[in-house]
T-cell receptor, first 112, second 110 residues
Framework: DVKVTQSSRYLVKRTGEKVFLECVQD?????MFWYRQDPGLGLRLIYF???????EKGDIPEGYSVSREKKERFSLILESASTNQTSMYLC???????????FGQGTRLTVV | GESVGLHLPTLSVQEGDNSIINCAYS??????FIWYKQESGKGPQFIID?????DKRQGQRVTVLLNKTVKHLSLQIAATQPGDSAVYFC?????????FGTGTSLTVIP
């Protein structure tokens, strides 16, 4: 089974802090994704990566950046956390573009 | 952006009954669809998928129906069990990324 592991289940950060959310997958999948999930809005794509050191903006990239130095690891960075970034963050990976996406367990981030 | 919606935000069913969860999608170019289940505090879990060259696909206790004419997707769960209580959402993929619906919360009444 594919395993997608997010480094934290819960995080509380202060406004203005730099926040790192880490995601590791163990199945050698090319594509990795970061989503945020908010009530009534569903999952929205922040950034995705289709190869090491490659990244593409999703639908809501503002206030975020990403890093993919190794194939198995995809990091989401909040350069200066704000309260409107309080959300559930979900990492996913997939082998191809039109194949199943596997999700991590999520990180619930609260910015105070 | 894409618009993937669900007909009802909540659904309650009696244990043992069949459940039907509906989803409308907007992009006629979408050719791959997935249903996910998300339990409280967990990440989404794959249930079943279907490609646009099919109109029905069956899994264990689940069936997905695709009507491309009206851009409608449904998930049928047979003999619903308490462990099926969760949020279910659909996702469509026109080839480059997934677009997700907001979800239907299914509650199974014992």
């Amino acid at each position: 089974d594919v395993k997608v592991t997010q480094s934290s289940r819960y995080l509380v950060k202060r406004t203005g802090e730099k926040v790192f959310l880490e995601c590791v997958q163990d199945m050698d999948h090319e594509n990795m994704f970061w989503y945020r999930q908010d009530p009534g809005l569903g999952l929205r794509l922040i950034y995705f990566s289709y190869d090491v050191k490659m990244k593409e903006k999703g639908d809501i990239p503002e206030g975020y950046s990403v890093s993919r130095e190794k194939k198995e690891r995809f990091s989401l960075i909040l350069e200066s956390a704000s309260t409107n970034q309080t959300s559930m963050y979900l990492c996913a990976c997939s082998r191809g573009w039109n194949t199943e996406a596997f999700f991590g367990q999520g990180t619930r981030l609260t910015v105070v | 952006g894409e618009s993937v919606g669900l007909h009802l935000p909540t659904l309650s069913v009696q244990e043992g009954d069949n459940s039907i969860i509906n989803c409308a999608y907007s992009n006629s170019a979408s050719d791959y669809f997935i249903w996910y289940k998300q339990e409280s505090g967990k990440g989404p879990q794959f249930i079943i998928d279907i490609r646009s060259n099919m109109d029905k696909r069956q899994g264990q206790r689940v069936t997905v129906l695709l009507n491309k004419t009206v851009k409608h997707l449904s998930l049928q769960i047979a003999a619903t069990q308490p462990g099926d209580s969760a949020v279910y959402f659909c996702a469509e993929n026109p080839g480059n990324q997934f677009y997700f619906g907001t979800g239907t919360s299914l509650t199974v009444i014992p």
